[in-house]
């Protein structure tokens, strides 16, 4: 079945700073990706739809000026956290169609201390 | 989006059968339901999907009710492996949010050996 990486798989950072994470899909192009964030023991909540070429579409109460999003190629999405704060530390996850299954990368553990 | 209603959690001894059900009461006509996996610390994974009739794949099969309103996720022969949260979601292929995946709570499965 198709691919979908994520980079890095955890990451720590201080509060403040800004983090990158990448979303690749392998061996297929996704014109369309998703982002999930997921707290300890909760189940996952979408959070944008990244649109390539194009601008993400945020899901309500989702802060766009805070997680910025960027599509530039049929294979990768990025996912910036800026000015992260303890409250950010979360598992993201990012997916893509293909055919008719949703892939989904293995998650970004992040912890701002 | 329509919802799904799952068992908090369910055990099974391995080797054994494990059903695991979910009601949809409020499915509509061109809702897919398709059921994911979550093993700890890792992305969702695709197990099976179907519209109307029965599905197998190699990893479970699917039974869906005559009326839609519930359906009913088997594995054969449950394995450690198979210790997972599942996720039975409903997709939308006939409006605005086709592609997006709308996690419940889940299912926690325990397998005993």
Same mark, same amino acid.
């Given at each position: 079945?198709?691919?979908?990486?994520?980079?890095?798989? $955890?990451?720590?950072?201080?509060?403040?700073?800004?983090?990158?994470?990448?979303?690749?899909?392998?061996?297929?192009?996704?014109?369309?990706?998703?982002?999930?964030?997921?707290?300890?023991?909760?189940?996952?909540?979408?959070?944008?739809?990244?649109?390539?070429?194009?601008?993400?579409?945020?899901?309500?109460?989702?802060?766009?000026?805070?997680?910025?999003?960027?599509?530039?190629?049929?294979?990768?999405?990025?996912?910036?956290?800026?000015?992260?704060?303890?409250?950010?530390?979360?598992?993201?996850?990012?997916?893509? $169609?293909?055919?008719?299954?949703?892939?989904?990368?293995?998650?970004?553990?992040?912890?701002?201390? | 989006?329509?919802? &799904?209603?799952?068992?908090?959690?369910?055990?099974?001894?391995?080797?054994?059968?494990?059903?695991?059900?979910?009601?949809?009461?409020?499915?509509?006509?061109?809702?897919?339901?398709?059921? =994911?996996?979550? *093993?700890?610390?890792?992305?969702?994974? =695709?197990?099976?999907?179907?519209?109307?009739?029965?599905?197998?794949?190699?990893?479970?099969?699917?039974?869906?009710?005559?009326?839609?309103?519930?359906? &009913?996720?088997? *594995?054969?022969?449950?394995?450690?492996?198979?210790?997972?949260?599942?996720?039975?979601?409903?997709?939308?292929?006939?409006?605005?949010?086709? !592609?997006? *995946?709308?996690? !419940?709570?889940?299912?926690? *499965? &325990?397998?005993?050996?």
């Amino acid at each position: 079945g198709a691919v979908v990486s994520q980079h890095p798989s $955890w990451v720590i950072c201080k509060s403040g700073t800004s983090v990158k994470i990448e979303c690749r899909s392998l061996d297929f192009q996704a014109t369309t990706m998703f982002w999930y964030r997921q707290f300890p023991k909760q189940s996952l909540m979408l959070m944008a739809t990244s649109n390539e070429g194009s601008k993400a579409t945020y899901e309500q109460g989702v802060e766009k000026d805070k997680f910025l999003i960027n599509h530039a190629s049929l294979t990768l999405s990025t996912l910036t956290v800026t000015s992260a704060h303890p409250e950010d530390s979360s598992f993201y996850i990012c997916s893509a $169609w293909d055919n008719y299954e949703q892939y989904f990368g293995p998650g970004t553990r992040l912890t701002v201390t | 989006d329509a919802k &799904t209603t799952q068992p908090n959690s369910m055990e099974s001894n391995e080797e054994e059968p494990v059903h695991l059900p979910c009601n949809h009461s409020t499915i509509s006509g061109t809702d897919y339901i398709h059921w =994911y996996r979550q *093993l700890p610390s890792q992305g969702p994974e =695709y197990v099976i999907h179907g519209l109307t009739s029965n599905v197998n794949n190699r990893m479970a099969s699917l039974a869906i009710a005559e009326d839609r309103k519930s359906s &009913t996720l088997i *594995l054969h022969r449950a394995t450690l492996r198979d210790a997972a949260v599942y996720y039975c979601i409903l997709r939308d292929v006939g409006g605005t949010s086709y !592609g997006k *995946l709308t996690f !419940g709570q889940g299912t926690i *499965l &325990t397998v005993h050996p």
